[in-house]
């Protein structure tokens, strides 16, 4: 069973930094590729990162260069690494799992992120 527990939101001022994290407390999530999305109020799901169990990463064009997803696969934890935060990176950040064998998607409730001076 996967279940996704984001944490590290916050309020941060424009240039600042957060680090997300997403802990999965099942027993698969070695095996499984993970995303990070995020969506804000009135707006559609946007995806902002995706790593294969492997630790290959891939992003969205609009995401390069300020963000870094990483996984650390001991711990059972995905990270979102945001740098240079802007007030349109406000917005609430959500995992995604997708179970290596059943292919089913699991998310997590989100972690609040807020960028303003």
């Known amino acids: 069973q996967v279940q996704l527990v984001e944490s590290g939101g916050g309020l941060v001022q424009p240039g600042g930094s957060l680090n997300l994290s997403c802990t999965d407390s099942?027993?698969?999530?070695?095996?499984?590729?993970m995303r990070w999305y995020r969506q804000a109020p009135g707006n559609q799901r946007e995806l902002v990162a995706y790593?294969?169990?492997?630790?290959?990463?891939t992003y969205p064009d609009s995401m390069k260069g300020r963000f870094t997803i990483s996984r650390d696969n001991a711990k059972n934890t995905l990270y979102l690494q945001m740098n240079d935060l802007k007030p349109e990176d406000t917005a609430l950040y959500l995992c995604?799992?997708?179970?290596?064998?059943?292919?089913?998607?699991?998310w997590g409730q989100g972690t609040q992120v807020t960028v303003s001076s």
């Open positions: 790593i294969t169990a492997g630790g290959t990463t």
């Open positions: 995604r799992a997708d179970h290596y064998l059943t292919l089913r998607t699991y």
């Open positions: 099942g027993d698969s999530f070695s095996r499984n590729p």
